[in-house]
């Protein structure tokens, strides 16, 4: 490219657009991912993994949203209807304007989808004038006056104070009451161009009268940002066309109902007629979605305990943002079939089995190397052992075989960890956590049996009184019998007959009935007395130990030890950690620190991993140093950001211009006996100069008024 | 008998019909027709009138101005013009002059006059006060809205039962409009189950009292809406399940975000000098009497909450949260998802990326609630407890 200008000067040409390819997803899945030739396949389970999932997920925000959303409907046509009846009381109030105030919770940009089925919600069922508003579009009155018109209407809303001659001619002015007269005009026309024809007379009557007057809906997206001047002045106008505009409100609130009472003054709250919806909150929220996506075997893909973690803990600690979880998952999803290249077997058992009859000489060589595999191996006879370290079609059969048990794990797993959170969520003091995921955590970690607390869990079961430990029984046999495997359809009938033999207990008229009240009140008593303290704990379970010894057991006692027996034994045949599983690679995605890294950004860490060690970013091997310092010829900034860490707090600026010409002339290859070694030229000390004005710009130093020709250090520690 | 108003250019069968419109306002109203004089007349250039809320100013004129056909430029919440720029009054108010034609401006406030007069000076309106209305006053006017099935004078003697329990705190007309026309239908409860005779005023305010003093509290001041109000009132639920607005006050946060907003309440509420005693483990026993300076003797919480800057914030934060945590891109994100929920106010201007300065704005009830989710004891990090 060429330019015939004759001066100097810097010209911008733009790529044009022919050159540029939009690359495909798939194309950067490809790229640079482990195993190549088997990339393509994996991309297409990835996908397809990922729209189950997501579909899975849309159904369920739709599920949780569609009780507040049908209240909130309600309550609009509800305010709709009340406005057309002509008795004596509405019409006394009829000066108030119906406002539905949302609470969702502080994670506000989870917020957007609600709004916008909220929005669509009502648009098909309630009214066609619907606008929703936020806050930084409406930093003064006539701007949040513009949007709403503008929202309404769909047209240009002039809202300039001169009146200027070209104006647009299409354009409104911008005041409440052109949207008055539009609206009086809109309803006119639609309720004249709609004359009954084919309807009978009361469906037609039922909805001429419904739609005749529709309300007109302003949502005010995240009530907190608005500036509560300008909300108030907007309601007080609002108020005095309520009788021509049938105005609906619902306010957006992150933090709590009585944000209300602060923002209005009570002549304003007096226009409105609030009513308040709360919405699930977001670690509800999460439950379910753990609930549905995690702890089920529908999904092939898993995280191992590590991921899960920090997924968990950037929810609890971080953002409470069950968007930004659902976005984890996706990420380690992508990861997993991304670097895994045997993750061409998580997929459907049918599909899995076809697949392991593909695999290519070096996936079955990555197998073969896989920890798990190893382990397996050991356990195997000598004449396996070589077998499979050599024969590939060998090798294949047994992946199958272990494919199947991997699902047959999983499909054990989930109900049996279901039965015991069941149990253990009524004890005292919950010794395996409240929430599903906290056990769920345990289990994926080690072999729960092994786990104290897992112990004093089955002790405390012990000890559970009758009508709670059947009900609990009851719910578990519930989770069984909906469960598919052959295994668990035997637990279920196992745990059917220890209930029936319950039953045959009460039927039975017993002579020692008092018995096992007596042993179970200390129990009870540690229930009602929620605090009860670890000591005491302790102290009662060592009372009751005493007490059963020297006590013969009841029918009851017997049957109850034989059922806690039971779900033990369950739990240490179908709860081990899935790392003691055969090829659970596959399936488990495990690397919790990229998904951190991606996740949880560290800016500074960054910055400073940058300047400390320029061959972590640059990828650039003459950079490094066997002793791991910055070497001499690393670009510029390093160099200076090294030499100021040797520095107090607060740096000369000559003598680190000095050292920094030292090190730079030793990179330069100079002659340390030379007279212009380590001299400062006009080069270097620009160099300089820019790299300390850089470091300014990251926040390492600033200059200061204490000592001329000195900079303050803003961190702390050297080297 | 004729009424209060008189005047030459007007009919009297018309006034007395304006009469009727606007009870107990005849006075004030008989001065504006005298003012504004025949139609062909010229009126005084501009009236400014005051009155509390809902003391009949707007629907006096709105009265006179449709039915009397008399024209004015009004202007309601007059207030309002003294945000606008500087010549827009004094110009409106001598408007009559300056478009050369017989227009009358009348500026409506619930401000008196002499908080409008600007430092130039203007030309001076006719003030014209409207009073609240008195006891007997509002009895008169309430009872007008009497319901079609029952009698006036039954509405009469509820409207009284209801100025009994209201007027000592509330004497907005508006206000106890609404509030008579909630709480009318319990009032007839007794009546149409056939209890009680409309003649047995003291059965039927038995019935009611309790209910209006119930009403006092929560939907007067707008605990709970007026459809709740009546849904509650149906449904006859005592125990009082509906909670009002003020009672969720519970926000749901991140763990991290506690400890900031603990972190920037502390920062707020102590002074900077403080924060050695506070976060250093060995400070040595200062007390508080030895670097108490003069202007801290008063309660930091009376004069509330100061400003400070992010590293002060940051610096706190580490120090408060129990854990280590890695400085990462999220935690400032909190920071200012705090702002955007109102927690935390930014002072500096947003352009400022440098050292940005916030300040707290929440209350002690609030914070306390938020550490004892954490188990913070807020209050020993309090220099004021101290």
């Known amino acids: 490219m060429s330019t015939s200008s004759v001066s100097k000067g810097c010209f911008v040409f733009k790529p044009s657009s022919k050159k540029r390819k939009t690359r495909s997803l798939e194309h950067y899945f490809t790229r640079d991912c482990e195993g190549r030739e088997s990339s393509e396949r994996r991309f297409k389970l990835c996908e397809d ?79 066609p004038h619907v606008v929703s508003v936020q806050a930084k579009e409406c930093g003064v009155l006539k701007h949040l006056l513009k949007r709403v018109l503008e929202g309404l209407m769909d047209v240009a809303v002039d809202d300039d104070d001169e009146e200027e001659m070209e104006q647009n001619p299409r354009s409104v002015h911008c005041s409440l009451s052109t949207l008055s007269d539009w609206y009086t005009a809109k309803t006119k026309k639609s309720s004249s161009a709609t004359p009954g024809k084919k309807r009978n007379v009361q469906d037609e009557d039922e909805h001429h009268h419904h739609h005749q007057t529709p309300p007109v809906v302003i949502i005010f997206k995240d009530l907190e940002g608005f500036n509560p001047r300008v909300l108030q002045d907007f309601i007080s106008i609002c108020s005095r066309y309520i009788d021509r505009l049938p105005l609906m409100f619902i306010f957006g609130i992150a933090t ?26 977001c670690t509800q929220h999460l439950a379910t979605v753990i609930d549905k996506l995690i702890l089920t075997a529908q999904f092939p893909f898993k995280l191992n305990g590590k991921v899960m973690q920090v997924l968990i803990s950037i929810f609890l600690y971080h953002d409470f943002s069950v968007r930004n979880f659902i976005k984890g998952l996706q990420l380690a999803l992508l990861e997993h079939f991304h670097s895994q290249p045997l993750s061409i077997l998580c997929c459907k058992k049918k599909e899995a089995l076809l697949n392991v009859t593909l695999l290519s000489g070096r996936d079955l060589e990555t197998v073969r190397q896989l920890p798990s595999f190893i382990r397996f191996v050991e356990k195997q006879e000598a004449g396996e052992q070589v077998k499979l370290m050599t024969d590939d079609d060998h090798l294949k059969e047994a992946c199958q075989k272990l494919i199947k048990d991997l699902r047959k794990y999983h499909k054990s797993y989930y109900p049996v960890l279901r039965c015991l959170h069941t ?25 729960v049996w092994e786990n104290e607390d897992y112990q004093s869990a089955m002790k405390l079961l012990k ?43 009460d039927a039975v008229p017993e002579t020692v009935q008092e018995e096992p009240e007596s042993v179970t009140s200390p129990i009870r008593n540690l229930q009602q007395q929620k605090k009860t303290d670890l000591f005491q704990l302790q102290k009662t379970l060592l009372e009751m130990n005493e007490s059963r010894r020297s006590k013969k057991k009841s029918p009851f006692e017997l049957l109850r030890n034989e059922v806690v027996e039971f779900i033990d034994g369950l739990v240490t045949c179908h709860l081990p ?18 998904v951190r890294r991606h ?58 211009l000095e050292a920094y010409a030292t090190v730079v002339s030793a990179a330069e290859g100079q002659d340390p006996d030379c007279d212009t070694f380590g001299k400062v030229d006009d080069v270097k000390h620009a160099r300089f100069i820019r790299s300390v004005s850089e470091l300014e710009f990251l926040g390492f130093i600033k200059s200061t008024r204490q000592k001329t020709d000195h900079v303050a250090r803003l961190t702390w520690g050297g080297c | 008998m004729t009424g209060v108003l008189h005047h030459p250019g007007y009919a009297d069968e018309k006034l007395q019909r304006v009469e009727q419109l606007i009870p107990c306002r005849e006075l004030q109203a008989g001065m504006l027709v005298s003012l504004m004089g025949q139609p062909q007349h010229y009126s005084y250039p501009s009236i400014f009138i005051y009155g509390h809320r809902a003391s009949g100013k707007s629907h006096v004129l709105h009265i006179l101005m449709k039915e009397l056909e008399v024209t004015a430029l009004v202007m309601e919440k007059a207030e309002l013009l003294r945000d606008a720029d500087a010549n827009l009054l004094p110009a409106l108010l001598r408007l009559q002059e300056l478009v050369d034609d017989n227009i009358t401006v009348i500026l409506l406030s619930e401000i008196v006059w002499e908080k409008f007069r600007p430092n130039t000076g203007c030309f001076e309106p006719l003030l014209l006060h409207f009073p609240d209305y008195s006891k007997g006053e509002l009895q008169q006017i309430l009872s007008t809205d009497s319901h079609p099935s029952y009698s006036a004078e039954l509405y009469s003697s509820y409207i009284n039962i209801l100025l009994g329990v209201f007027y000592s705190v509330c004497r907005d007309l508006r206000e106890l409009r609404h509030l008579a026309a909630l709480n009318f239908n319990k009032f007839c409860e007794p009546l149409t189950e056939g209890k009680v005779k409309e003649t047995e005023t003291h059965k039927l305010w038995r019935n009611i ?178």
């Open chain 1, 49 to 127: 993994l990922w729209n189950k999932i997501k579909a899975e997920t849309e159904v369920l925000q739709e599920e949780l949203n569609k009780k507040i959303l049908d209240s909130l409907l309600d309550f609009a046509k509800k305010c709709s209807t009340t406005r057309q009846h002509c008795d004596w009381a509405s019409k006394m109030r009829a000066n108030e304007i119906p406002t539905a105030a949302l609470v969702l919770g502080v994670n506000v940009p989870d917020h957007d989808m609600t709004f916008q089925s909220l929005f669509d919600l009502l648009k098909h069922s309630v009214t």
């Open chain 1, 256 to 281: 709590s109902p009585s944000t209300v009472q602060h923002m209005l003054p009570h002549s304003v709250s007096s226009l409105l007629c609030i009513e308040l919806f709360q919405s699930l909150s």
């Open chain 1, 423 to 447: 149990l253990t969520s009524l004890l005292p003091r919950y010794p395996l956590g409240k929430q599903i995921r906290e056990l769920h955590l345990i289990c994926l970690e080690k072999n």
């Open chain 1, 463 to 505: 000890m559970l009184a009758k009508d709670e430990l059947i009900t609990s029984l009851r719910k578990c046999s519930e989770i069984l019998s909906s469960a598919k495997s052959k295994k668990m359809k035997k637990a279920f009938t196992e745990l059917d007959e220890l209930l029936a033999k319950f039953k045959h207990l």
């Open chain 1, 577 to 594: 950690p899935p790392e003691s599983q055969t090829l659970y690679e596959v399936c488990y995605y495990s690397s919790s620190a990229t």
């Open chain 1, 599 to 656: 996740l949880n950004a560290t800016p500074r860490t960054s910055i400073q991993t940058a300047l400390s060690s320029p061959c972590f970013y640059l990828q650039n091997e003459s950079l490094k140093n066997e002793d791991g310092t910055v070497s001499n010829s690393a670009p510029d900034i390093c160099i200076a950001y090294k030499l100021h860490l040797e520095c107090g707090r607060l740096i000369n600026l000559y003598d680190w």
């Open chain 2, 209 to 386: 009292e309790p209910h209006l003093k119930k009403a006092m509290q929560t939907v007067y001041i707008r605990e709970v809406s007026s459809l709740q109000w009546e849904q509650m009132q149906q449904t006859e639920d005592e125990g009082g399940a509906l909670r009002g607005l003020s009672a969720h006050t519970h926000v749901e946060l991140p763990y991290y975000s506690k400890f900031l907003l603990i972190a920037a309440y502390l920062a707020s509420y102590n002074p900077a000098r403080t924060d050695k005693r506070f976060f250093v483990k060995h400070h040595g026993k200062i007390r508080k009497t030895n670097f108490l300076k003069k202007n801290e003797k008063t309660s930091n919480h009376l004069l509330g909450p100061k400003p400070f800057a992010l590293d002060r914030l940051l610096a706190i934060f580490y120090s408060v949260v129990d854990s280590r945590v890695a400085p990462t891109a999220s935690i400032f994100s909190q920071i200012s998802s705090l702002v955007t929920l109102q927690l935390l106010t930014q002072i500096s201007h947003t352009d400022q990326l440098d050292a940005p300065k916030y300040k707290c704005s929440i209350s002690l009830d609030f914070i306390s609630a938020v550490s004892r989710t954490v188990n913070f004891d807020i209050v020993k990090y309090l220099y004021d407890f101290l």
